[in-house]
């Protein structure tokens, strides 16, 4: 009889199968679970070279995996000065006035709309205590920034232009460039010429960013976005990833034929705990940003378009793929941009069911609710952006949308009730990667939506294993703990169904196994 690599023992096992919820042991071999049961089960897998870990009590279950994260695209995204605790315009000043230079740029992240209190997002508010140097400062949703005028000068910029996407850079009455770079082809006018950190240093911070998420307890990420493959290879082969990366390049309007069958060509490269698998498009921007595409016009009249200027070529590309055999992956934000995804999946026909996902789904009108069970449109949601609206909706996301759309802020709990598959995730580095955070702020939303019924212990665990594994169109494979599927296992504290949420939210992490591999330890 072959022996395992790994013997779990002396746990509270959550398999989430049909057949055996429960048991105590886990047996792993060459990557894979090969035994699951009691203790006098699987103690014939131990041999010589086995080693055991008696978890102590601990409840292990499936590895958590986040179902929205950008950990390569991140690391630029996260350079410079963290300005997420900053809250108001004196802050804000106060930061930059003695933030230290990167080759003479100051760069920043993390910044909050809600700074501005209700200002227009512009560089006369802060160019007197950067005297002169060119600055770079991310909003905290990555599809804008605020530049200097030092830094629109370095990159050339003088005046508006013209994108194949809705993108654009603000003016205010006078025709005046505000600095405020809105979506992402605007942004990389500037990031273009900005200061960017070395190979060296993104190869580090990967492995340390990586190594914190497993602290947490994650064992995979779906990837929204390219990444970046030959950083990727490199760390890969040198070392044991302690997360399955998952990552979806993107598919931006203006994309031709050419461009999509190279789309399809790259699915499927990659190395030992990394693929490519799927396309990530973008229907919509954010609602803070006046870009979300929405059925009527926020407060300042905007939101009237889509982020693909002719909608019909994003059908167009959405059927390429999907003859091609190609899962995509939508960002839309807006009743609109929600509705047009799923009327897209919805003329693909029955054959489309479980290989679409919608990302994000702020706002959805009750019609929308059902149409993703109905069509197998995955749900994919990240319960932690809650935090960025307040219960009294006197932030710039609800004010922008109005009472009516605010009510209907984050629809978890509707979703599920309504039969649909919802994948959980965070959007790092929109906010923090902590699996914990997402469980818990799944079943106790914040904000603009606290009022309403969170995930309850068990549908939240779901979001980030079984539902995670049908998004990734891999459940047969993964998302519980069962023989034959991956060795990917998270050990926790404590149950993450029956304690509390905010119990869950700071639970120790016992242990974290990836692809039979300890990639955590408490020590």
Not at 492 to 497: A, E, G, I, M, Q
């Amino acid at each position: 009889m072959p022996t395992a690599d790994l013997l779990l023992t002396g746990a509270r096992v959550r398999t989430l199968g049909p057949g055996r919820p429960r048991a105590s042991a886990v047996a792993v071999r060459d990557g894979l679970i090969a035994a699951v049961g009691d203790e006098s089960e699987v103690r014939a897998w131990r041999g010589a070279g086995t080693e055991v870990v008696d978890l102590g009590g601990a409840c292990l279950v499936p590895g958590l995996v986040d179902c929205h994260s950008h950990p390569v695209w991140g690391l630029d995204m996260t350079t410079g000065l963290d300005l997420s605790t900053v809250h108001d315009l004196d802050g804000l000043r106060s930061a930059l006035a003695c933030a230290q230079r990167t080759d003479g740029w100051v760069i920043g992240f993390g910044l909050d709309h809600n700074v501005f209190g209700g200002r227009p997002v512009d560089r006369a508010l802060i160019e007197d205590v950067l005297y002169g140097a060119p600055a770079f400062l991310r909003l905290y949703d990555g599809h804008s920034a605020l530049v200097t005028g030092a830094a629109l000068k370095a990159a050339g910029v003088t005046g508006p232009r013209t994108f194949a996407q809705r993108s654009h850079l603000a003016t205010d009455s006078d025709g005046r460039l505000t600095g405020h770079l809105v979506e992402h082809a605007a942004m990389d006018l500037v990031a273009a010429v900005m200061p960017r950190p070395s190979y060296g240093e993104r190869r580090l911070r990967l492995v340390q960013l990586l190594s914190a998420m497993a602290a947490t307890g994650l064992t995979g990420a779906h990837v929204m976005d390219g990444g970046d493959p030959d950083l990727l290879d490199a760390v890969a082969r040198e070392t044991v990833l302690p997360l399955r990366l998952r990552f979806a390049p993107w598919c931006m309007p203006g994309a031709d034929k050419e461009a999509l069958e190279e789309l399809v060509a790259l699915q499927g490269r990659g190395g030992r705990h990394w693929r490519v698998g799927g396309v990530k498009f973008f229907m919509d921007g954010t609602v803070e940003g006046g870009t979300a595409w929405l059925e009527h016009p926020d407060c300042h009249g905007q939101g009237t378009g889509a982020f693909w200027p002719d909608p019909s070529a994003y059908g167009a590309a959405v059927r390429f793929l999907h003859r091609a055999g190609v899962r995509t992956a939508t960002h839309a934000i807006g009743d609109a941009a929600v509705r047009h995804v799923l009327d897209t999946v919805e003329a693909l026909g029955p054959g489309a069911r479980l290989t679409h996902r919608v990302e994000h789904i702020e706002s959805a009108p009750d019609d929308t609710v059902a149409r993703f069970a109905r069509l197998g449109v995955i749900a994919s949601m990240q319960p932690p952006h809650t935090a960025y609206t307040r219960a009294d909706r006197s932030d710039e996301w609800s004010l922008r949308l109005g009472e009516d759309r605010a009510s209907r802020a984050w629809r978890l709990r509707d979703l599920r009730d309504a039969g649909a598959v919802v994948a959980l995730g965070s959007d790092w580095p929109i906010a923090h990667y902590d699996a914990r955070a997402v469980l818990a702020t799944a079943r106790a939303p914040r904000g603009a939506a606290s009022a309403r019924a969170g995930l309850t212990g068990l549908q939240a665990l779901e979001g980030c294993t079984t539902h995670a594994a049908l998004a990734a169109g891999e459940g047969a494979v993964a998302g519980r703990v069962a023989v034959g599927h991956r060795a990917d296992l998270t050990a926790l504290h404590l149950d993450p169904v029956e304690a509390p949420a905010d119990e869950v939210a700071d639970a120790p992490v016992r242990l974290t196994v990836t692809g039979g591999h300890i990639v955590h330890r408490d020590t």
